[in-house]
Nanobody, 114 residues
Framework: VQLQASGGGLVQTGGSLRLSCVAS????????MGWYRQAPGNQRELAAG???????RYADSVKGRFTISRDNGKNTVWLQMNNLKPEDTAVYYC?????????WGQGTQVTVSS
């Protein structure tokens, strides 16, 4: 499985961005998909994840502002990020996982200016 992420950029506080991630290869074996993020000097942390069945989970810091969605037929996951804050600035990494494996996409930079 390979992942191609897109959608990062520079936005002002309060703005919105939408990240996309498309899986190719043996995408039918994917269960969980989602996004981790890593800010400079910090550990990578889960931002949001979604199962094949649509169950979602979010970091407490993004609840109510971020929405993750997924189209299994298109092997695509999106992260809609609203009301962005400077502390959301990070490199966002798409991930996908199945039974005993996971893969990462290339990171996409999200920068929120104050």
């Amino acid at each position: 499985v390979q992942l191609q992420a897109s959608g990062g950029g520079l936005v002002q506080t309060g703005g919105s961005l939408r990240l996309s991630c498309v899986a190719s290869g043996s995408a039918g074996s994917i269960n969980g998909m989602g996004w981790y993020r890593q800010a400079p000097g910090n550990q990578r942390e889960l931002a949001a994840g979604i199962s094949r069945g649509g169950s979602t989970r979010y970091a407490d810091s993004v609840k109510g502002r971020f929405t993750i969605s997924r189209d299994n037929g298109k092997n695509t996951v999106w992260l809609q990020m609203n009301n962005l804050k400077p502390e959301d600035t990070a490199v966002y990494y798409c991930y996908a996982g199945g039974e005993g494996w996971n893969v990462w996409g290339q990171g996409t930079q999200v920068t929120v200016s104050s």
